[in-house]
């Protein structure tokens, strides 16, 4: 596979972001209540329980489980996973907290959870507003430790009907909690399994996974501050688009252009310090960022765990986007050169904003095989729709 001229990447590079530290800052609010266009997950209500963070002390009146079902599930029942439970309808989202599940081990068992396309995925849908496929650009290892250069990005790990997969997401800001936030964005297909299936279980994030790039044989008996350096973070609550729901598929690229989710978590460690304060940084998402062509340049991150990586590493891949176009409905995504493979999926695409800081203008969604390019959803009101509905849910209870 060819890649781009030295040239062209050292443009991009300084056009975009090579390095995710920056200080947060946000507007604030207070009201709470539901937001049209994103998949209402209605997943368990309450506060936590001293059992552990996800678990709820109260069930809404319209989720149809018991208390009981869902202590089963944190004891062992989820190792019964049946495909009747997994294809629930979007209402049944619950995550109940499950201590010591991710150990090392079973994190390196985990697989990608990648949504694969053909490489003229374009062609196929038949749909005229695509540009020529970009050439291929060699993923480049993040420098270490990234606690320092990539201290937001992280290592999301989930349980699905067909085994533990991997995906890959960033810290952003909250906008009702400033410096304070608990909100991670991702692919909607690391969290929903779209017009086939239901709600991923055991979702749980890790932000700068494997902090000095250990190998994986080293990863399995490391210290838990070599893998987790700021802990692990489970999931309370996730959110995606309807978009996604309705039209998202395990091959192709039906959903695609909305492939979107926010995942609200808390530390398993029970510690009162909220996600962005733990890594010290959070990046600002920008819901009008330009079409393709009005981005200098963009960079790209993630944990590819599929061959030939082995997903123990951070990587990320910088370049000029063009747009990729499937359903003329939807806003066209970005797509970039890229070689990184699946588990890369949901790991964020910064730009640099109008004030010189980094966005986050997408995250990774698909890609070929063998892998040359990526592509990302353009964000736009429905993904901002989504954050906004979690972060005002998690408002009203402060």
């Known amino acids: 596979m060819?890649?781009?001229?030295?040239?062209?990447?050292v443009t991009a590079a300084a056009a975009a972001v090579a390095a995710?530290?920056?200080?947060?800052?946000?507007?604030?609010?207070?009201?709470?209540?539901?937001?049209?266009?994103?998949?209402?997950?209605?997943?368990p209500g309450g506060s936590p329980s001293a059992d552990g963070p996800g678990l709820p002390d109260r069930l809404p009146e319209d989720l149809p489980t018991s208390l009981k079902d869902l202590e089963g599930w944190r004891n062992g029942e989820w190792k019964n996973w049946s495909r009747d439970d997994w294809l629930r309808e979007a209402g049944d989202f619950v995550n109940p907290y499950l201590k010591d599940h991710w150990k090392p081990g079973r994190m390196k068992e985990a697989e990608d959870n990648r949504k694969k396309v053909p490489a003229d995925v374009a062609t196929a849908y038949g749909d005229g507003?695509?540009?020529?496929?970009?050439?291929?650009?060699?993923?480049?290892?993040?420098?270490?430790?990234?606690?320092?250069?990539?201290?937001?990005?992280?290592?999301?790990f989930m349980d699905t009907p067909d085994g533990p997969m991997v995906c890959s997401g960033t810290v952003v800001r909250d906008p009702r909690r400033p410096g304070r936030s608990n909100l991670v964005a991702t692919a909607g297909h690391c969290v929903h399994s779209g017009a086939?299936?239901?709600?991923?279980?055991?979702?749980?994030?890790?932000?700068?996974?494997?902090?000095?790039?250990?190998?994986?044989?080293?990863?399995?008996?490391?210290?838990?501050?070599d893998v987790a350096p700021y802990g692990q973070w489970w999931s309370?609550?996730?959110?995606?688009t309807d978009h996604w729901i309705a039209k998202g598929a395990k091959s192709g690229g039906g959903g695609a252009q909305q492939d979107f989710a926010v995942l609200h978590v808390r530390p398993e460690n029970?510690?009162?310090?909220?996600?962005?304060?733990?890594?010290?940084?959070?990046?600002?998402?920008?819901f009008r960022a330009p079409r393709p062509d009005g981005l200098a340049g963009v960079t790209t991150y993630g944990y590819p765990q599929a061959a030939p990586y082995d997903g123990a590493r951070m990587y990320s891949c910088t370049g000029r986007p063009g747009e990729l176009t499937?359903?003329?409905?939807?806003?066209?995504?970005y797509r970039v050169g890229c070689t990184m493979t699946?588990?890369?999926?949901?790991?964020?695409?910064?730009?640099?904003?109008?004030?010189?800081?980094?966005?986050?203008?997408?995250?990774?969604?698909?890609?070929?095989?063998?892998?040359?390019?990526?592509?990302?959803?353009?964000?736009?009101?429905?993904?901002?729709t989504v954050l906004d509905a979690v972060s005002r849910k998690f408002t009203s209870r402060r």
């Open 2 to 9: 060819t890649s781009v001229s030295r040239g062209r990447r």
């Open 20 to 43: 995710l530290t920056l200080t947060a800052t946000a507007c604030q609010g207070t009201e709470d209540r539901a937001s049209p266009g994103a998949a209402d997950s209605r997943g």
């Open 129 to 156: 507003g695509t540009d020529p496929a970009p050439r291929a650009v060699r993923a480049e290892g993040v420098r270490t430790p990234y606690t320092r250069t990539a201290a937001p990005a992280g290592k999301i």
């Open 196 to 225: 086939s299936g239901g709600w991923l279980r055991n979702i749980m994030f890790v932000p700068a996974y494997n902090n000095t790039g250990l190998s994986p044989a080293r990863i399995r008996d490391a210290a838990p501050q």
């Open 236 to 240: 309370d609550w996730v959110q995606t």
């Open 270 to 286: 029970g510690s009162g310090r909220s996600l962005e304060e733990t890594v010290g940084n959070a990046v600002r998402v920008n």
């Open 326 to 333: 499937m359903d003329a409905s939807q806003p066209g995504m």
């Open 342 to 384: 699946g588990g890369s999926s949901g790991g964020g695409w910064l730009a640099r904003g109008s004030d010189g800081r980094p966005e986050l203008v997408s995250v990774n969604s698909i890609g070929p095989e063998p892998a040359t390019w990526l592509a990302g959803p353009r964000l736009g009101p429905t993904a901002e």
